[in-house]
């Protein structure tokens, strides 16, 4: 009996070896990754200029790997409806998220309670471009720079209407800068995400807004609306005879975007290295980096170090500017 039993202890133990994955298996599972489907999870409206950046990636993807990559977006609440459901997502590399600036480091300090917390609940993967601001303005306004804007401001105060993506959005932050620093009086109209906030600045619901440049090229280039400044530290690359903020007058008034790739927090590093890899490769690619470049937004395609770097000091630097906009928690 007791020799029946200490072979029945011998078998299972062998049989629970046999069961668990060698480093080699584990290493096969992640080189045959992706098997299936890739949802890219975009907290904002589709059409915009961030959607476009994270279709292009999406492609890219797809034709490399034969699998499908495609872009959800799910809009509303200032991005935190989207990020939220990528964060409390399975970790397995086949949810991820298109984040940018106002979501994953702007949110935390305008937003008392936040359901999830960039820099523990996600993996990054990589930084994937960078969007300098621009301030356009409806072409109906007879103004043609920011010297002329200021002084129509100031001869009509409390009558210009200006536009965000969403109340703390960085679109919102960059105007209230502009306020602060030019003195003027200004009333907000915040909108629910990129596309409505540009669709009713073209339509002249609102006079003016503080835009990443990538979704508001297409319009500049049409006339639909004007150009009058970006705010970066130097001029863009995509609009080289736009003077900046800087140039304008306003030193402080510095603002640029950026996006970036993540992945729920205990995704395998495998899979988030993976990820980096191919998506850094094709953001080194002439095709992308020239699409960017015409949308006045450049290719980065950094390690996952430099982006966590890039999430932690964004997330103090924007805290210190909500402090100095005197702008309290939203909820």
């Given at each position: ?14 049989a629970a070896f046999a069961f668990v994955p060698s480093a080699s298996q584990a290493a096969d ?303």
């Open positions: 009996m007791k020799h029946a039993t200490l072979q029945c202890v011998i078998f299972a133990a062998v599972g992640v080189a045959e990754y992706p098997v299936r489907t890739i949802r890219v999870i975009l907290p904002q409206p589709a059409g915009g200029g961030t959607d476009v950046v994270a279709r292009a990636i999406a492609q890219k993807l797809t034709d490399a790997w034969g699998q499908q990559v495609i872009v959800d977006n799910r809009a509303g609440a200032n991005g935190i409806i989207g990020t939220d459901l990528a964060a409390k997502s399975k970790p397995d590399g086949y949810t991820l998220l298109y984040g940018f600036t106002s979501m994953l480091t702007i949110n935390p300090s305008v937003y008392k309670s936040l359901p999830y917390d960039t820099l523990r609940d996600f993996a990054p993967i990589t930084h994937t471009v960078t969007n300098t601001m621009a301030l356009v303005v409806n072409p109906y306004l007879p103004v043609r720079s920011v010297k002329e804007l200021v002084a129509l401001a100031r001869s009509r105060p409390g009558d210009l209407l200006y536009g965000s993506f969403g109340i703390g959005n960085q679109t919102h932050l960059t105007a209230e800068l502009f306020r602060i620093e030019s003195g003027l009086k200004m009333l907000h109209v915040p909108y629910k995400g990129e596309t409505p906030a540009i669709t009713e600045t073209i339509s002249g619901q609102v006079a003016m807004m503080f835009s990443p440049s990538a979704g508001v090229a297409p319009h500049i280039r049409t006339g639909r609306l004007r150009l009058l400044a970006t705010c970066g530290e130097k001029r863009s690359t995509g609009f080289p005879e736009t003077p900046t903020m800087i140039e304008s007058g306003f030193p402080k008034v510095v603002s640029i975007g950026w996006g970036g790739m993540l992945a729920p927090a205990g995704t395998p590093p495998e899979i988030v290295q993976k990820l980096q890899r191919e998506i850094a490769r094709q953001l080194a690619s002439p095709e992308i980096r020239d699409r960017l470049s015409a949308m006045g937004a450049d290719a980065v395609g950094s390690t996952t170090e430099e982006f966590a770097a890039l999430l932690k000091a964004e997330t103090e630097k924007w805290s210190r500017v909500v402090r100095g906009a005197n702008l309290f928690h939203s909820q």
